[in-house]
């Protein structure tokens, strides 16, 4: 585990990226379909240089479609959960407003709340079950709080409601659904972490406003830097029969990007990192993707 720091509406844009695709792995080409149905490639089959994802001999399914362009911000976390835990909740940098920065301080258990409660609030099917219920009240748990939600967690990958992207997914994204191994770059869309990220070396010591740097070819902003994001998987070592969405179990969850208080290599495409379900940070955010329209 690595040290951490301490210390305007935008609505969601869900980015309709590509047409369907089949993608060949390390090595292999990206193939554009006809049917304009899916970003993501339905499986990636092979190995990318520096992927501890993405290694010889492993297949991984991806089952996302859609993709919010951005981290979820405390406008939006509020809107929904009728409260903003956020640490940065003043003093935004010059020209931003503290509504768009991103949410933090949300666990794990946090974040697929706010999944099945939105994906309700907006008529969708919830992904998430905990002992076989989606209905969040009979979870018993109480957010922000630190606590932990009991019971079997599951998620529903065909269902059309929000969540968390698997591992896999995250990286595909962040790679921009490069996965040859030609034209990667260290950071989500450059070799210049400046480019597209804030990070500890430029961000004041703070949160920034979601989408003010560049985004990566999918049009996707802050995949580096800002806040950590929240994955489905469980973080432990992927090999070639680990299944599509990681290990089967473990005891901290996947944590991708890096974050405002990290250092550039902590925030490289390839960096993994994990933290317990109920850890709260101020550098712990999450995006959502969805696997239907």
Not at 47 to 63: A, E, K, P
Not at 77 to 95: E, H, I, R, W
Not at 106 to 135: F, L
Not at 273 to 278: I, L, Q, R
Request: hydrophobic share 30%.
């Amino acid at each position: 585990m690595k040290r951490f720091k301490f210390v305007s509406l935008l609505f969601l844009s869900l980015v309709f990226l590509a047409t369907a695709i089949s993608c060949g792995g390390g090595g292999g080409s990206d193939d554009e379909g006809t049917s304009g149905s899916t970003i993501f490639a339905s499986s990636v089959s092979g190995g990318i240089t520096g992927s501890q994802v993405f290694i010889d001999g492993r297949t991984v399914t991806l089952y996302a479609k859609w993709c919010c362009d951005h981290e979820v911000t405390q406008e939006e976390y509020q809107s929904v959960m009728g409260t903003n835990p956020s640490y940065f909740k003043d003093s935004p940098a010059s020209g931003e407003t503290q509504a768009n920065r991103p949410v933090e301080k949300v666990s794990w258990y946090d974040a697929i709340m706010y999944c099945n409660k939105r994906s309700v609030k907006e008529g969708k099917t919830p992904c998430y079950t905990v002992d076989e219920k989606t209905d969040t009240t009979l979870w018993g748990y109480t957010p922000h709080t630190g606590g932990s939600i009991s019971g079997k967690i599951e998620c529903d990958f065909t269902a059309n409601g929000y969540r968390l992207p698997t591992e896999a997914e995250w990286e595909y994204l962040a790679r921009g659904g490069n996965t040859s191994n030609s034209g990667q770059t260290t950071y989500s869309g450059s070799n210049t972490i400046g480019d597209v990220a804030w990070y500890a070396d430029n961000s004041g010591s703070k949160t920034h406003e979601v989408k003010k740097k560049a985004p990566n070819v999918k049009g996707l902003y802050d995949m580096t830097g800002n806040v950590w994001e929240w994955c489905w998987d469980w973080y432990g070592t992927i090999t070639t029969i680990t299944p599509s969405t990681g290990a089967s179990s473990g005891s901290r969850r996947v944590l991708r990007g890096g974050s405002w208080c990290d250092s550039a290599d902590y925030c490289a495409v390839q960096d993994r990192n994990g933290s317990y379900p109920y850890s709260r940070d101020n550098s712990f955010g999450f995006r959502l993707v969805r696997s239907a329209q």
